[in-house]
């Protein structure tokens, strides 16, 4: 019977281990907001233009290949800049040259952030900024491609003051990590009730059945006593 115990409890935590680390791997490598850019940038200071673009099934394989365009401040179309493929980049417009880095995902074509560093930002590099993700979705027998694209209007100024844009983002990623914590906490601690159930009844069935076999043997033995 002790064994018997023993070995329900050693379940039990198996089973709560097995629970979290689930929980866990899944929170980790699925997790992707989709945070807004800065817009104000400071002349001579180095900027970050964020693009994040999250897929919609994140078991799905995919790859993607990503493409900035930028319209200059008074002017009327958009140019390709700079493009990224998952292995290498190129900066195509000579206004970027030596002026642009890879900010966004690493060593994966499965690219969901595409943010970009521009240093040394000069006047002349305000305007609207496009990102555009070419994303392959591949699925058993076939393959569905998507184009997702988002805007930054960029202003460079002198002194650069933090924007309300700035302050919103980073509140909101610091409740959708404390939030992400609370679910997973009760998710292990619902898990946690229901293996501590199960393994209960299994006891109480346990001890059933016992009782009934010593109620059975101890008949059997007031039986052969009769007889003799």
Same mark, same amino acid.
């Given at each position: ?5 023993? @070995?329900?409890a050693? @379940?039990? +935590?198996?089973?709560?281990? $097995? ?24 002349a ?8 994040? $673009? ?11 290949t990503?493409? %900035? ?17 998952? !292995? ?13 880095? %890879?900010?966004g ?29 070419? +994303? ?14 988002k ?7 002198a002194?650069a ?7 919103? $983002?980073?509140?909101?990623m ?8 609370? %679910? ?19 006891l ?11 109620? !059975? $043997? ?11």
């Amino acid at each position: 019977m002790m064994m018997k115990t023993k @070995m329900d409890a050693n @379940m039990r +935590r198996l089973l709560l281990l $097995s629970v979290f680390f689930s929980f866990s791997v899944s929170l980790c490598s699925g997790a992707c907001a989709e945070v807004d850019s800065d817009t104000e940038a400071e002349a001579g200071e180095p900027f970050k233009l964020g693009c994040i $673009s999250c897929k919609m099934r994140g078991e799905v394989e995919a790859t993607a290949t990503v493409d %900035w365009l930028f319209r200059a401040r008074g002017e009327a179309d958009f140019v390709h800049i700079y493009s990224y493929d998952g !292995e290498a980049a190129r900066i195509i417009d000579e206004r970027f040259q030596d002026r642009m880095e %890879w900010h966004g995902s690493r060593n994966t074509f499965d690219l969901q952030d595409a943010s970009v560093d521009i240093l040394n930002v000069t006047f002349n590099d305000s305007g609207v900024y496009r990102c555009i993700f070419n +994303r392959v979705l591949s699925y058993k027998h076939y393959e569905f491609s998507t184009i997702a694209s988002k805007e930054v209007h960029l202003t460079v100024v002198a002194k650069a003051t933090r924007g309300t844009a700035s302050i919103v $983002s980073e509140v909101m990623m610091y409740v959708s990590i404390i939030g992400l914590q609370l %679910w997973l906490l009760v998710e292990m601690i619902y898990c946690y009730r229901k293996i501590a159930a199960a393994g209960e009844e299994a006891l109480r069935a346990s001890a059933a059945e016992y009782l009934a076999i010593a109620s !059975e $043997s101890k008949d059997n033995c007031a039986g052969v006593q009769v007889a003799e």
